[in-house]
């Protein structure tokens, strides 16, 4: 009989690794092993009685994550700057590290491309840029890998970017996004996208791929949100000086990436059809607003701002 290889999955408490190691328990092909900083933690126990193993481990600490990958086969790694910023890039070193000194046959890792590149220096935005630099980092250590840039999430729309009232009665979003394709996803479809990668390691080690649900432009998604939930919802294109000045933290990096997409990233067409064939299940953003319609209108019911 044959036995069953382990997958180490990173950040599986959270949204993407979550959505990976979910689609793999559910498959039954791998043995899914899962790195936390806390075991008792209720999203560990609930992976760990789905059939998953729970490992301590921290980023920040080497050791832990040696021992983490003993016996894996693969990795999915993903790295949180927003809780970390700067230090995200020592711990994806760390991360890489670990993967290289036990031999991991096939290690996926969450990246995205240097904004700060692809805007000739003009527009730094670490988030990106860390996680481009551990790509490049990564292929110089000569790893078996496949590097999967996640687009803007759609649950964004429910998390961090609120639709406002105006006083009209009309619901608001904004971004320095301008007319250009906003690519996104539901962070979800992620780990099917990742468990087919994880199914043909000869097709896709070396390769970059695209997570893409919808390439539209945000007049499209406002749209869509106003015929999905029955009231009228704008897009205003924010210019990116008055919206690195909003003063929340994050404000300027945030600015920086809208502005590098309006400017930069005319579309991601190709990286959308290769999502869908990798994961038929995906979800459009039409598809996934009506499955969360009651949760916007809840929020949207409850106050000026609809926190999703
Ligand atoms: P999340 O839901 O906040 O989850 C973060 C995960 O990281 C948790 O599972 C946490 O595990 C783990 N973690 C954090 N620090 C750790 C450490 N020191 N050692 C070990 N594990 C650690 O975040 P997410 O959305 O899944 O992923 C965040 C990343 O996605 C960010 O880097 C962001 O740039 C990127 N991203 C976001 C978007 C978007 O639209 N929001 C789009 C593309 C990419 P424990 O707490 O259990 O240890």
Request: aromatic share 12%; hydrophobic share 40%; charged share 20%.
């Amino acid at each position: 009989m044959n036995k069953k290889k382990t997958i180490l999955v990173t950040g599986a408490t959270g949204a993407q690794g979550g959505s990976v190691a979910w689609v793999l328990l559910g498959q039954d092909k791998f043995k899914v092993r899962v790195l936390t900083r806390d075991t008792s933690s209720p999203k560990a126990i609930e992976l760990e009685r789905a059939g998953a193993e729970l490992v301590y481990g921290d980023l920040n600490k080497p050791d832990t994550l040696v021992n983490a990958m003993q016996d894996c086969y693969g990795v999915y790694g993903v790295t949180n700057y927003w809780e970390h910023y700067d230090k995200e890039f020592q711990q994806g070193r760390n991360l890489v590290n670990a993967v290289k000194k036990t031999d991991i046959k096939h290690f996926v890792l969450h990246t995205l491309p240097s904004y700060s590149i692809l805007s000739e220096g003009k527009y730094p935005t670490p988030h990106c840029d860390i996680k481009a630099q551990l790509q490049l980092y990564t292929i110089s250590q000569s790893i078996p890998a496949t590097f999967l840039q996640v687009a803007f999430y759609y649950e964004n729309f429910l998390n961090y970017f609120p639709l406002i009232r105006h006083d009209d009665g009309s619901y608001h979003f904004g971004f320095p996004q301008g007319d250009t394709r906003l690519a996104m996803v539901s962070v979800e479809d992620v780990g099917g996208m990742v468990a087919a990668i994880f199914d043909h390691p000869k097709e896709y080690t070396g390769r970059v791929v695209g997570a893409v649900g919808a390439d539209e432009t945000c007049e499209t998604y406002a749209a869509i949100l106003s015929n999905v939930l029955g009231k009228a919802v704008c897009y205003d294109y924010i210019p990116r000086e008055q919206y690195a000045g909003f003063g929340f933290p994050g404000a300027e990096e945030l600015a920086n990436m809208f502005e590098v997409q309006r400017l930069h990233i005319k579309g991601r067409q190709l990286d959308l059809i290769e999502s869908y064939a990798l994961n038929p299940a995906m979800q459009s953003f039409v598809g996934w607003v009506s499955k969360h319609k009651y949760q916007f209108l809840a929020a949207m019911n409850n106050g000026e701002q609809v926190l999703i």
